[in-house]
């Protein structure tokens, strides 16, 4: 079965986004942020869980840098969202520079590898 990039799940108190497959370039990073984007839009939803967990990240760290860079060009109501964002561990080193850059341009994004965690502080945030 061939999954989308991103599949959704409007929750009670926050809209969760499961990722899927490979990202092997930053214009497959901007089509899945793109797809996000518009799910958060039609659901109002402020708050998401992001779990890419199931997917396989083969780009450049530096790819951070550029995907927070669309964000602030295409995407600039992202900022009123909270992002809770789960990843596997050997993608530490990425998300974590994408939490960073994204805080530094004033997205409210927060990385973790538990998505028991990454839940409990979303529904902590007002």
Same mark, same amino acid.
């Given at each position: 079965?061939?999954l989308?990039?991103?599949?959704f799940?409007l929750?009670?108190q926050?809209l969760l ?9 930053l214009?497959?990073m901007?089509d ?6 518009k799910m958060a839009?039609e659901s109002?939803?402020r708050?998401?869980?992001v779990?890419?967990?199931q $997917?396989?990240?083969n780009?450049r760290i530096? &790819? #951070? ?5 669309t964000y602030e060009k295409k995407m ?24 960073e850059?994204s805080?530094?341009?004033?997205f409210t $994004?927060?990385v973790?590898?538990?998505f028991g &965690? #990454?839940e409990k502080?979303?529904?902590k945030q007002?």
């Amino acid at each position: 079965m061939n999954l989308p990039p991103v599949t959704f799940e409007l929750r009670e108190q926050y809209l969760l986004v499961t990722g899927h497959g490979t990202r092997n370039s930053l214009t497959g990073m901007v089509d899945s942020a793109t797809l996000i984007m518009k799910m958060a839009r039609e659901s109002g939803s402020r708050k998401m869980l992001v779990d890419f967990r199931q $997917i396989q990240i083969n780009v450049r760290i530096t &790819e #951070a840098f550029n995907i927070v860079k669309t964000y602030e060009k295409k995407m600039p109501d992202l900022r009123t969202v909270l992002v809770a964002a789960v990843f596997e561990s050997q993608h530490r080193a990425f998300a974590s520079y994408w939490q960073e850059v994204s805080s530094k341009r004033g997205f409210t $994004i927060k990385v973790f590898e538990d998505f028991g &965690e #990454a839940e409990k502080w979303l529904l902590k945030q007002d």
